[in-house]
C-alpha cells in the first residue's frame, strides 16, 4: 500500500492538519499512521478482500482528526472531515459511507461492531492494549488530558481507570485475539499490581 497514491495524498493532508497539535502527545499524527498501518495489517491476516484495503487505510488515517475541532465526542467530526476531504477529491460515494461509520465505530462507548470494517477499525484504534508500549502510550495520553484540560490527575485513578479498560475492553477479530490478547493481559496485570502499591 505504500504506493497507493490515494493513502498518501492522504497522508500529507491529515499531516497538516494534526502535526501543528503540539499537545496532543498521544493523538498525533504518529498515532493515525499506527492506525492506518494495523487496520492495513489485521484485513489482510484476516484474509479479506483487497480490493477494500484502501477503505480500511483511510478510516484508520483520518480516525481522530477531528481533535482539530474539539477534544471530547468528536467522532462525528472526524467523519465529517473525512468526508469533506474525500468528497473534494471525488471519492466514490458508498466508500466513504463505510469510511464515515467506521470512524464512528472507534468511539470509545460504541460497544458492538456491526461488521468487519468496524470491528477492524476498533481493534486498530485500540492495538497498544495489548503492545509493550502500553504503559508509555498510557502516560503520553495521561499527559495530553492533563495538559489539554488543565487537571492533574491522581495515579490511583488513572490507574483505577486504566484497569477498568483493560478489563472491560475485548479484542473482536481472530488475529488481535491470537497476537494481543497475551500481552494485554499482562499489561492489566501490571496495572493491578501498581493499584496494590497505592493501598499500602
Given at each position: 500500500?505504500?504506493?497507493?497514491?490515494?493513502?498518501?495524498?492522504?497522508?500529507?493532508?491529515?499531516?497538516?492538519l494534526l502535526v501543528p497539535l503540539?499537545?496532543?502527545?498521544?493523538?498525533?499524527?504518529?498515532?493515525?499512521?499506527?492506525?492506518?498501518?494495523?487496520?492495513?495489517?489485521?484485513?489482510?491476516?484476516?484474509?479479506?478482500?483487497?480490493?477494500?484495503?484502501?477503505?480500511?487505510?483511510?478510516?484508520?488515517?483520518?480516525?481522530?482528526?477531528?481533535?482539530?475541532?474539539?477534544?471530547?465526542k468528536n467522532e462525528p467530526?472526524?467523519?465529517?472531515?473525512?468526508?469533506?476531504?474525500?468528497?473534494?477529491?471525488l471519492y466514490p460515494e458508498d466508500k466513504i459511507k463505510t469510511i464515515e461509520r467506521m470512524i464512528l465505530a472507534t468511539d470509545i462507548d460504541y460497544k458492538e461492531a456491526k461488521d468487519i470494517y468496524e470491528k477492524i477499525i476498533k481493534d486498530a484504534d485500540l492495538d497498544n492494549l495489548g503492545r509493550k508500549d502500553f504503559v508509555e502510550k498510557s502516560h503520553s495520553l495521561r499527559k495530553e488530558i492533563?495538559?489539554?484540560?488543565?487537571?492533574?490527575?491522581?495515579?490511583?485513578?488513572?490507574?483505577?481507570?486504566?484497569?477498568?479498560?483493560?478489563?472491560e475492553h475485548q479484542f473482536e477479530t481472530l488475529t488481535q485475539k491470537m497476537e494481543r490478547n497475551n500481552?494485554?493481559?499482562?499489561?492489566?496485570?501490571?496495572?493491578?499490581?501498581e493499584l496494590e502499591h497505592f493501598k499500602l
Amino acid at each position: 500500500m505504500k504506493d497507493n497514491k490515494v493513502l498518501q495524498r492522504a497522508k500529507k493532508y491529515v499531516n497538516k492538519l494534526l502535526v501543528p497539535l503540539e499537545r496532543h502527545y498521544y493523538h498525533s499524527y504518529n498515532h493515525a499512521i499506527e492506525v492506518m498501518d494495523r487496520a492495513i495489517y489485521i484485513w489482510k491476516k484476516e484474509g479479506l478482500n483487497d480490493a477494500d484495503l484502501e477503505i480500511v487505510g483511510l478510516a484508520g488515517l483520518f480516525h481522530d482528526t477531528g481533535f482539530i475541532i474539539q477534544y471530547d465526542k468528536n467522532e462525528p467530526i472526524w467523519a465529517k472531515i473525512a468526508q469533506n476531504y474525500l468528497k473534494s477529491v471525488l471519492y466514490p460515494e458508498d466508500k466513504i459511507k463505510t469510511i464515515e461509520r467506521m470512524i464512528l465505530a472507534t468511539d470509545i462507548d460504541y460497544k458492538e461492531a456491526k461488521d468487519i470494517y468496524e470491528k477492524i477499525i476498533k481493534d486498530a484504534d485500540l492495538d497498544n492494549l495489548g503492545r509493550k508500549d502500553f504503559v508509555e502510550k498510557s502516560h503520553s495520553l495521561r499527559k495530553e488530558i492533563e495538559v489539554i484540560k488543565n487537571i492533574k490527575i491522581k495515579d490511583p485513578d488513572w490507574n483505577h481507570w486504566s484497569v477498568e479498560l483493560l478489563k472491560e475492553h475485548q479484542f473482536e477479530t481472530l488475529t488481535q485475539k491470537m497476537e494481543r490478547n497475551n500481552i494485554k493481559q499482562e499489561n492489566l496485570d501490571l496495572m493491578i499490581e501498581e493499584l496494590e502499591h497505592f493501598k499500602l
